[in-house]
């Protein structure tokens, strides 16, 4: 099955999601993938109602928040046509909902916290983030191939691609050094994707960047050509 790649609406610290949903409006845009990730209930309502005013029909995939009610995955789920949800570790975000209905659409992401197959069981399969892989591919090659043979193991129904650095930076997050990024500066950042047999890449794919829509527009072209 061949990739597809979609411009994001993202949430954390450094992008502005109004101003993404404006542009994305602007753009005439139909299909867009939601990241929740930085916003409290309140926000989330005020971002439900400004994709109310857009052309945007259908968001293929939508990180999660683990504190969301299930009343939203519903609205969601019923007004724009998603295709998948995913998910960090549990260890890491526990769930305070029950999302039973909709565990087979419900994908766990390689965050900064390991996989656990007693977790992925539970759920659809596995969200593969490309640069927190190429990351550990980089500096942590044991995470790396434990994480790829889970990889090869379970049902890959979803992704993020963002940016790997020439150096590294330090993560306040991790408090470490690591090489990958939510933005791109060039887009020889995403090079490093061609080195992902295309067997591994999951029908949908979030650019999971603070860059633009225009930019991840780009990306998007640049990605497509790259990887055929």
Known sequence: MKIRIYPSITTTTGTSWREKIKEASLLGLEEVCLFLTGL????????????????????????????????????????????????????????????GKYRQQIYIENSYFRWHENEIKKFAGVCIDFSHL???????????????????????????????????????????QRYDRHQIQELSDLDYLKNFPARYFPPI????????????????????????
């Open 205 to 228: 794919a979030a650019l999971e960047l603070e860059n633009s829509i225009s930019r991840q527009m780009e990306a998007k072209a640049y990605l497509e050509k790259i990887l055929g």
């Open 134 to 176: 190429e990351n550990d591919r980089l500096l942590n090659d044991e995470r790396y191939q434990t994480d790829f043979q889970i990889i090869k193991k379970y049902p890959a129904g979803c992704g993020h691609i963002a940016s790997i650095k020439k150096t590294t930076h330090y993560d306040e997050d991790t408090e470490k």
């Open 40 to 99: 409290e209930e309140k926000e989330r309502g005020e971002l439900y109602e400004r994709l109310k005013e857009t052309k945007i029909k259908k968001i293929p995939l939508v990180h999660l928040r683990t504190d969301m009610k299930p009343e939203e995955l519903d609205y969601l789920a019923k007004n724009y046509q998603v295709g998948a949800f995913n998910i960090h570790p549990l260890k890491e975000f526990p769930l305070k909902y029950e999302y």
